[in-house]
């Protein structure tokens, strides 16, 4: 299994936690990670979309551009899966993933950039993608 370089960055410490309890699951579980995204890439799909990327969802980008958590637990998108103007959803919504694999969907809004989860309706916001990735290891360590 391939395991990005974890970067210095405002996630430094989640990622090393996750990292960690990837190594102590990584038989019983399915994780995947992608290659870092370049600053540019991000650069050009905020230019292309005209949509600026949350600073703390960058960073987790620049560690890996798309990624599987314990197989269903949760999916991080990369640059290219970020999904945008979705019928069906508010026009605010940018969707970057998936959690618990029942239709929690991870989104940020484009006018404050705040992360937050939309479950079938209900709304849970987080002041940044480190406090979503707090919740995240405090799940994987549950699973010891």
Known sequence: MYIP?????????????????????KENR??????PALNDDIIKWEKTNNVSI???YADW???????II???LAEFYGLNEIEINVNGFPED???????VGDGVILCFSK???????????????YDNFNE??????YDLNAMW
């Open 93 to 99: 919504y940018v969707i970057i993933g998936e959690l």
């Open 30 to 35: 399915r994780f995947v990670f992608n290659e």
């Open 61 to 67: 980008l620049r560690f890996s551009n798309g990624s």
């Open 5 to 25: 370089e974890v970067p210095i960055n405002s996630l430094t410490k989640e990622i090393k936690e996750i990292v960690d309890l990837v190594e102590q699951l």
């Open 54 to 56: 949350p600073e703390s």
């Open 132 to 137: 979503l990735l707090e919740e995240l290891i």
């Open 70 to 72: 314990r197989g269903s």
């Open 111 to 125: 006018g404050s950039g705040k992360i937050f989860t939309d479950d079938h309706g209900k709304v849970a916001e």
